[in-house]
């Protein structure tokens, strides 16, 4: 068995691909205007548990964004602050207010020593921190804004997606989050031990390479044995990578749909000849082209 990815963080603000073999780990940093190519070999197995390989090496489906099987899945889970499984985390947490495009802002939690990664993650064009203190302060504080102010806790990437190409300029960005920021903070029911923190917004779009990208043209549905990816890396944000194909397309591929593989180098400039919807006026078309 040769290396697995292990799908992409964010490290000081650059994409960085992770790959595992057994225990073993390694990283490869991604670099705008460089080609990335790769085949899927074989067949995708469950991308463990914390860390930790997967017991009885299962396999999972292509389409799978989890890429866990759900045994993985479910102890992931079980130990999730996100999925409020975890309420004794002596951490300092902050809760922050996040933009992806016009009209898409959502208020979420993260542990304040994760600084601004989870907002990469997530691809956050623009965000704001509200306020920092324990966690079931800011757990009880996010409840409060999504419900006073009437914003979710999470947007699907799709729409994230399907505003890239079109996002106004850095003052047009921050206005509405900030917006929402004094609206936010001006509320009653704050608990005590949250401390409310000023409003700063920071940007992403550098971060991202997102000045200037082309509207997306099609969108990686999954990964197959044998099937090939290929082209230019013009942008990334949150698990989602722009590449300008090498025929004058710009295709997204959702990085979590590579964990679990065994991938090998493609030649440059080869062929994308893994299954792809199309997209037209930021809509995802039905069917594979």
């Given amino acids: 068995m040769g290396w697995q990815c292990g799908g992409l963080r964010w490290a000081d603000g650059v994409p960085v691909l992770v790959w595992r073999k057994g225990r073993g780990r390694r990283e490869s940093a991604l670099a ?57 985390d002596p951490r300092t947490y902050r809760v922050y207010l996040a933009w992806f495009g016009p009209g898409m802002v959502k208020v979420g939690i993260t542990a304040e020593e994760r600084g601004p990664a989870r907002l990469l993650e997530q691809g956050a064009v623009t965000f704001s921190w509200l306020g920092r203190g324990p966690l079931m302060a800011a757990r009880r504080t996010e409840e409060l804004l999504r419900t006073a102010l009437g914003v979710p806790d999470r947007i699907p990437y799709a729409r994230k997606r399907a505003v890239r190409s079109a996002l106004p300029g850095p003052v047009e960005r921050a206005a509405e989050i900030e917006r929402m920021h004094a609206r936010a903070v001006a509320l009653e029911g704050w608990p005590q031990s949250l401390e409310r923190l000023d409003f700063a917004a920071a940007d992403h779009v550098g971060a991202f390479g997102l000045d200037g990208v082309a509207p997306v043209t099609g969108v990686v549905g999954e990964l197959v044995d044998g099937g090939c990816v290929a082209g230019r890396l013009v942008a990334a944000a949150g698990p989602d990578l722009h590449l300008a194909t090498a025929d004058g397309g710009l295709v997204v591929l959702d990085t979590r749909l590579m964990s679990g593989w065994e991938l090998a180098a493609a030649e440059t400039g080869a062929a994308v000849t893994v299954p792809v919807k199309g997209v037209r006026n930021g809509v995802v078309q039905d069917g594979l082209f």
């Fill in 32 to 88: 705008y205007g460089r080609d990335l190519g790769f085949r899927a070999l074989g067949a995708r197995s469950c991308a463990g548990a914390r860390g930790n390989v997967c017991p009885v090496g299962a396999l999972v489906a292509g389409r799978s964004t989890g890429g866990q099987c759900p045994e993985c899945a479910r102890l992931d889970r079980a130990h999730s602050v996100a999925a409020d499984t975890v309420a004794d």
